[in-house]
Structures are given as structure tokens and as C-alpha cells.
């Protein structure tokens, strides 16, 4: 039997996710205000350890849809978590030179200094993983292993939750002194301490091109899933085992919310990457150029075979560079029911997804 929920905290990265179109156009609001449930956002929180639960989990009666790392590994530490959806939207993920490096080629990357982000005071360095996953899965396609290639660390002394989020248009702004944003490894490169870097999504695009920086490969392209496989590819959609095991009706009524966006997303390009520029804090130009200009058909959450597999070989891939500290059954991580349950709410009442 479901319980009464009296609120429900919600959080998404800003990367495109149904989520995020769901709460952008009132319908998650809207959804849960008929059942007299109060929505909180996690990352615009005052208490710094309400807005770590991104990374961490460990906040009861949440749901997170965003990059799979936090995620990942909050399963790994043993917080009693379930994925409720999987959501695939390529994007870029770009390694960078500058123009007059000499590296053209990834074969170019032999002996050259490579840079990564580390920050010394997080629980799991995401965007460490994500970069390293980046040149791993580029080296590979040409022969070659990270140890080819010489790793320089540039480190932030800053977590990624320092700072509260401010909503600003719409907009999630994590621009604070210490918001864990700043990218060390462009400013070596630009410096000249760095020979090559990894960006990935619209950010990537605006430096890339603000910069004149040339593109060595985009893994993000490549026809194989695998190597395309990262910390977007696929997104989460998790919530807490307390939400479901006490509080289903409302884990049922968080997907259906974002099937409808994701629905409604399909039937309206211009305005979606409109909504998606404002959750990545970008252009519409910017979202065309790192997700594609079909960017409001890559919205879809569900159980594809690609996605599952794709989630088990990053999640084993972070064991092996020992960012998480056990390794993750993604199968027995998954939980279908919500998603079925939100299928069929929304095949018998279409009037529901067409609104």
C-alpha cells in the first residue's frame, strides 16, 4: 500500500533530462501539489549536506536524474538506492588540443601531457572519471593505453556543493566562489601545461569554439555504444528504496511526469532546446551543436538493452580505475515497476500525455 508523502526532493544535472523539461514547464509541481505534496530542490538548499544528497543518496524520498557517476557510486558505498529509468542523449565529448600542438591525430596523443581535473575534498571526483573514461575509450580505438600518455593532475580545492544553486530565468546558476565548476584543465591548456584535454557536452562546444581549439576526436560520435559511454550515456533516474517500498504511487507518478516531457519534447523542437539551454546554462545554438539538431527526439527514458549494458561496462570501467570501491550489479540495481506502472497510466489516459 502507498503512503501519503508530505514532500518529495527532486534533483537533476544541468544536462538535458525529462526531469528538468517536467519541472521547467510545472508539470512535476502540478503533479504532486494534487496529492498535497511539497517538491524541494536539493542543490538550492540551504544545508550543505541536504544539497551533497546530489552526489551522495542519502536523503530519503529523493529522485535524481543526471550523470550516472554519483549515482554509480552511491550504489556502490552501499546506500539503498534503484534505477527507475534509463535515459540516453549523445552528446560531444571532445578531446582538445590547441591548434599549434602538432597533435592532430589521437595517435598524436603518444607522449604527450594529458590534463585531468582532481579535486581533493569530494567523495567521488566525477569529472576526473568522465575524462579519463573520454581518453581511455579514444586511445583504444588506435592500440593504445592511458599509460601511453603522461597524466598531469591540476587540482581544485573545492567541492561540487560548496554553494547553493541560484535560480535565475529558470536557469540553475552554480557559479559561486567555490561551485566546483572551474575547469584547471583548460586554463593549463591555454597556459601550455597541459598538451590535450577532455570536455564533454554544450560546455565543450562554447570553449572549443570560443577558443579556436582543434577537436582531435569526438568519442561522443562514434557509432560504437560503448565508446560513447560515459557519465551521460546513459543518465539515471534513481530514487531511494524508501520512496518506492513506502511511497510508490509517487516514484510511479515521478516517471510519468517525465515520459510527458519527454513526449511533449518530441512534438516541440524550437521550444525545447529553448528549456534545454536554460538547464545547461547555455545558447540554443550551443545545444544544436553538442547534442544535435534532433536534440528534442534524444529524450527518452526506459530500459534500452544498449543503455543497461552500456551503464554495466562504464560502472565496471569505474571499479577498475578504483573510483568506486565495489563493483555494481546494474540488473539487480533496476527496478522496471514504476516504469510499467507509468505506461500503462499513461496508454489508458492519453489525454494525461497529450496535455
Not at 550515456?233 to 534513481?238: D, N
Request: charge should be negative; aromatic fraction near 8%; include cysteine.
Amino acid at each position: 500500500m502507498s503512503e501519503p508523502l508530505d514532500t518529495l526532493w527532486y534533483t537533476r544535472c544541468p544536462v538535458p533530462t525529462g526531469l528538468g523539461i517536467a519541472f521547467q514547464r510545472g508539470w512535476l509541481e502540478a503533479g504532486f501539489a494534487e496529492q498535497n505534496t511539497q517538491l524541494k530542490s536539493l542543490r538550492e538548499s540551504d544545508d550543505r549536506s541536504v544539497r551533497e544528497s546530489h552526489f551522495d543518496h542519502t536523503l530519503q524520498n529523493s529522485v535524481r536524474h543526471g550523470g550516472n557517476i554519483p549515482a554509480i557510486w552511491a550504489r556502490s558505498v552501499g546506500r539503498e538506492t534503484r534505477v527507475i529509468g534509463l535515459s540516453w542523449a549523445d552528446e560531444i565529448q571532445l578531446i582538445l588540443t590547441l591548434p599549434e600542438s602538432g597533435i592532430k591525430t589521437v595517435r598524436d596523443l603518444k607522449g604527450r601531457k594529458f590534463g585531468l581535473p582532481k579535486r581533493e575534498n569530494v567523495q567521488i571526483d566525477f569529472t576526473r572519471a568522465q575524462a579519463l573514461r573520454g581518453l581511455e575509450n579514444a586511445l583504444k580505438l588506435e592500440g593504445l593505453e592511458v599509460s601511453d600518455v603522461e597524466l598531469v593532475d591540476f587540482t581544485i580545492d573545492a567541492t561540487f556543493s560548496d554553494e547553493p544553486a541560484k535560480r535565475v530565468a529558470g536557469t540553475q546558476l552554480f557559479a559561486g566562489r567555490n561551485s566546483g565548476n572551474r575547469n584547471t584543465e583548460l586554463v593549463a591548456l591555454l597556459r601550455g601545461e597541459a598538451d590535450a584535454i577532455f570536455l564533454k557536452g554544450a560546455h565543450a562546444a562554447l570553449v572549443a569554439n570560443q577558443f579556436g581549439l582543434h577537436t582531435v576526436i569526438d568519442t561522443g560520435s562514434h557509432p560504437e555504444p560503448l565508446i560513447r559511454a560515459n557519465n551521460g550515456t546513459p543518465r539515471t533516474l534513481t530514487v531511494d528504496a524508501n520512496l518506492l517500498d513506502r511511497h510508490f504511487d509517487s516514484a510511479v507518478r515521478v516517471v510519468e511526469q517525465v515520459l510527458r516531457a519527454e513526449d511533449w519534447a518530441h512534438q516541440h523542437p524550437d521550444e525545447t532546446r529553448l528549456f534545454l539551454a536554460r538547464e545547461t546554462n547555455s545558447s540554443e545554438f550551443y545545444i544544436s551543436a553538442a547534442y544535435g539538431e534532433n536534440a528534442h527526439l534524444r529524450l527518452h527514458t526506459d530500459f534500452a538493452e544498449q543503455s543497461v549494458l552500456a551503464l554495466q561496462d562504464f560502472s565496471d570501467f569505474l571499479l577498475r580505475w578504483q573510483f568506486i570501491p565495489a563493483r555494481v550489479d546494474v540488473r539487480a540495481w533496476i527496478d522496471h515497476r514504476p516504469l510499467e506502472r507509468a505506461l500503462k497510466s499513461l496508454d489508458t489516459n492519453p489525454q494525461a500525455k497529450a496535455a
